[in-house]
């Protein structure tokens, strides 16, 4: 008697969890459709980069560099995109010293919410960076974030965006970069 009164138990309990469970009968959900896209876009890029060359030490400079990028963003999905730049900073260059910045990475890029045209974002990349006062290139990091602005179906804006990077070199370098530019959507 016991032994039937547990499994109807476990039957009923059974039941009832397999009822909580989604019925997607005929209809594809619209979450599990394809949302792959590819936009590529160019930046105009300010930077401070976190070298002094008139005293050849690593202090916030006061000769700030203005160069141009490029990006690639491809959406996986909403919550997976990848982001691959690249900037070259190479304008208001001191006369007689010679500082330039390029650096080369690629990473996550996570778009937080959309606010009508609005979506802000953050990122996490790694890459390569070269300097004029660098032998070589040096491994870097980058961590930030904006905000793109949509202008139509294909065309955005990206209104602002922000990147507090590490180069791993010794010492250290912390240099920071601020972007805007305008990107368009290949599919």
């Avoid at 499994?7 to 619209?30: E, G, K, N, T, Y």
């Avoid at 963003?73 to 900037?87: I, N």
């Avoid at 949509?150 to 970069?177: C, G, M």
Wanted: glycine fraction near 10%; include cysteine.
């Amino acid at each position: 008697m016991v032994m039937k009164q547990t499994i109807r138990f476990a039957l009923l309990a059974v039941l009832f969890a397999a009822s909580l469970l989604p019925a997607c009968a005929q209809v594809v959900p619209s979450a599990t459709g394809s949302h792959a896209r590819l936009a590529a876009g160019a930046l105009f890029t300010y930077t401070q980069p976190d070298y002094d060359e008139t005293t050849n030490s690593v202090i916030a400079s006061t000769n700030h560099l203005f160069g141009i990028g490029g990006f690639v963003d491809y959406r996986m999905s909403r919550w997976v995109q990848l982001e691959a730049e690249g900037h070259w900073q190479h304008w208001n260059q001191t006369q007689g010293l010679a500082v330039s910045e390029n650096l080369y990475a690629v990473g996550l890029r996570e778009p937080i919410r959309t606010f009508g045209r609005f979506t802000p974002y953050g990122k996490v990349l790694a890459g390569i960076g070269s300097g004029s006062f660098l032998t070589g290139r040096a491994a870097m990091y980058t961590m930030g974030g904006g905000v793109d602005y949509r202008l139509s179906k294909r065309l955005n804006i990206r209104a602002f965006d922000f990147e507090y990077q590490q180069w791993k070199v010794n010492p250290t370098l912390h240099p920071y970069t601020a972007s805007v530019g305008l990107s368009y959507r290949i599919f």
